[in-house]
């Protein structure tokens, strides 16, 4: 029963910052993470985070710019992404339960909850 709900996306120009939000009702998981997906291309791991804290793990084409953060308290995982390309524009996907026999953290198979996306475009 647990709920992953996205929110935030729109469309930006070059440049420009977007916060994206994932409330979710089922507490806790092991991890949390994003990933994104633009059309004709395969679904790729963005980020994710460990329920505790620690060291977030981030794609190479977005280390620098973007930022996976979670607020317990309200229930929410964020991702702040700055420095925004075209290339960014994908669906965004909120992600959670991590498989403990995962060989790699941003194969989609790995994660057990997925929330419906919420769109980003991001203009030259």
């Known amino acids: 029963q647990a709920q992953l709900v996205e929110s935030g996306g729109g469309s930006v120009q070059a440049g420009g910052s977007l916060r994206l939000s994932c409330a979710y009702s089922?507490?806790?998981?092991?991890?949390m993470g994003w990933f994104r997906q633009a059309p004709g291309k395969e679904r790729e791991g963005v980020a994710r985070?460990?329920?505790?804290?620690?060291?977030?793990v981030y794609a190479d084409s977005v280390k620098g710019r973007f930022t996976i953060s979670k607020d317990n308290a309200k229930n929410t995982l964020f991702l702040q992404m700055n420095s925004l390309k075209p290339e960014d524009s994908a669906m965004y996907f909120c992600?959670?339960?991590?498989?403990?026999?995962?060989?790699?953290?941003?194969?989609?198979?790995?994660?057990?909850?997925w929330g419906q996306g919420t769109q980003v475009t991001v203009s030259s």
């Open positions: 089922a507490y806790s998981y092991n991890y």
């Open positions: 985070l460990y329920w505790s804290g620690g060291i977030p």
């Open positions: 992600v959670a339960g991590l498989s403990r026999s995962a060989t790699y953290w941003s194969a989609p198979e790995s994660w057990r909850y």
